[in-house]
């Protein structure tokens, strides 16, 4: 820390976050990850409510003072060791949807899975595949639960604790398929197109992630807004909230094909009746696959 000051202020913010998840109380169960329904596109934010959704986001304030932006971005991996340790494999659910929305799983030889948490998509990976998989994630608590799973089977499967974002892949040379769900929106943005580079030399990048004006980027509060559509949650995790124009700005300077689209939907929690309007992104970026010998 760059002075005594700073380092109370840290002291100050671990103490107001770890009374803040001390004192809250669970209502019900979580909200279902099922499609509950589906709302029109032409519901997306525009016209008025855009004016809406633009004035939400102006009440969320300036982003944090760069020692802060700093202090989660070093403390990133700590956040997501915490979380796996609080939360074990009972917040996800498994991802059963995946076949049905990647079809191009079921031809994939060799699978490379970047945020791999504690092995939700693992099941179907091994069942819908006859793929070879290797499971990277940068919290080591994520990668013992997933080594933990009874479906985990080490004749098929890899997985190992790995810094995306620093880390040599090790195996980014001979993919057929690279699987990004849920990951890249942890990242800060401007380290986004490094990761994006690791994987150029695999046939296909599958992506699922947090869309642009998601419900809940709209509910962040003052203090917890990192950069544009980037912000920090209570347990000090890190959620960015893409464009279509984000995705594709990552992979197709690396050759790749394919256009981002986003997936409205509304959650429904069975226990209160209460809705939320989700948005995601989704995208199949791939190329044909080059002659030996040649280059991408």
Known sequence: FHTMTEELEVLACHYEATTRRRRKTREGPPLSLEED????????PNGER???????????????????????????GRSWNDFYKRNEDRFFKDRHYLDVEFPLLRRAT?????????GNALPLLLSATGADVTCLDFSAKAIELLLKRPDFDPTR??????????????????????????????????????????????TAVLVRDYGRYDEAQLRYAKGRKLADHFYVKHDGTRCYYFDLADLDALFHPLGF??????LHQLHRNRATGNTRRR?????????????????L
């Open 37 to 44: 329904g589906v709302w029109a596109c032409d519901e997306a």
């Open 50 to 76: 855009l004016a809406e959704v633009l004035e939400l986001l102006s009440k969320q304030g300036p982003p944090l003072k760069p020692f802060w932006i700093r202090y989660h971005e070093t403390t990133a």
């Open 110 to 118: 060799r699978i490379l899975e970047l945020g791999c948490g504690c």
């Open 157 to 202: 499967c890899d997985a190992r604790v790995c810094d995306v974002v620093k880390d040599d892949l090790g195996c980014a040379d001979a993919l057929d398929v690279v699987t990004c769900f849920f990951v890249l929106s942890a990242l800060s943005p401007d380290t986004m197109p490094a990761v994006a580079r690791k994987l150029q030399n695999a």
């Open 257 to 262: 094909s394919g256009s981002a689209k986003f």
């Open 279 to 295: 948005v995601f992104v989704q995208a199949v970026y791939s190329k044909k696959k080059q002659p030996p010998g040649s280059s």
